[in-house]
């Protein structure tokens, strides 16, 4: 299996999806935006695509973040759909998802920074890829934004403040506006990088300091994600068969 990470920024790293990757002795390629890579031109030596979050939005322009090609993104996104290749996107790369399959992002109802419960779905308690999950399961967040939906897209869960939290746009696809790839590393990463958007935001409902950012344990999440992925990367497998 070969797994590609799109990568914007050195801060918004692909913490415990890349840890899974090497515990699975899976091959590994990276397109660091943020350094001036390529994307790649085709799908075709990539099983499966993580698309990770970042600051920009689906609709910021190249004249702002020259880095930054939204319509790039959304064609591999496209090729790879196309190709009936796995693809995830978090945050940022959920977005991406959505507007490359035609369903425009849009504003999450609260800003969320920090470690919030996420709560299942009826759909979600009926996907088995997510049958390991516990009705409400905590998971980091860090944004303002959510991803928009196909008429075929299920939302699998929801929170406090973002009604699209995991979105099932296929049986390969899914959309992760949750961060259950934080690690005590990627989470002080983030603090360092994004410190003015954590004051900007800090008297909001859903926004946690930073001390409250380090003292979690993000295992739980971690292993849950793990597994979502054992079982996303085994369906694929069968539908290559």
């Known amino acids: 299996m070969h797994i590609h990470f799109v990568i914007h920024e050195h ?3 692909p913490g ?9 002795d899976y091959s590994v390629s990276m397109t660091k935006l943020y350094e001036k890579n390529i994307l790649p031109t085709s799908a075709e030596h990539i099983d499966l695509l993580i698309v990770l979050g970042g600051p920009q939005d689906p609709i910021t322009p190249i004249e702002q973040c020259p880095h930054f090609n939204a319509q790039a993104e959304k064609e591999l996104i496209l090729k790879c ?3 009936k290749k796995a693809v995830i996107g978090v945050c940022l790369g959920a977005q991406l998802i959505g507007e490359a ?3 425009a992002y849009s504003h999450s109802p609260e800003t969320e920074i920090g470690v919030w419960p996420i709560s299942l779905t009826e759909e979600g308690k009926a996907d088995p890829k997510f049958s390991h999950f516990d009705s409400t399961l905590l998971v980091g967040h860090w944004h303002n934004d959510m991803p928009g939906l196909t008429p075929e897209a299920t939302i699998i869960a929801n929170s406090a403040g973002c009604p ?3 979105i099932a746009y296929s049986n390969l696809v899914y959309g992760f506006q949750c961060h259950m790839e934080f690690t005590p590393e990627l989470i002080e990463l983030l ?8 004051l900007y935001n800090s008297h909001k409902t859903f926004v946690q300091t930073p001390e409250m950012l380090r003292s979690f344990n993000y295992t739980q999440m ?3 994600l793990y597994l979502f992925l ?3 990367m085994y369906d694929y497998c069968n539908s290559i068969i």
């Open 11 to 13: 801060f918004e790293s």
């Open 16 to 24: 415990a999806y890349l840890q899974w990757a090497i515990k699975k």
């Open 81 to 83: 759909i196309k190709a």
């Open 101 to 103: 399959l035609c369903s």
């Open 164 to 166: 699209r939290q995991i």
């Open 191 to 198: 603090i360092i990088n994004d410190r003015d958007n954590l």
């Open 222 to 224: 971690n292993q849950a």
């Open 230 to 232: 054992d079982k996303l």
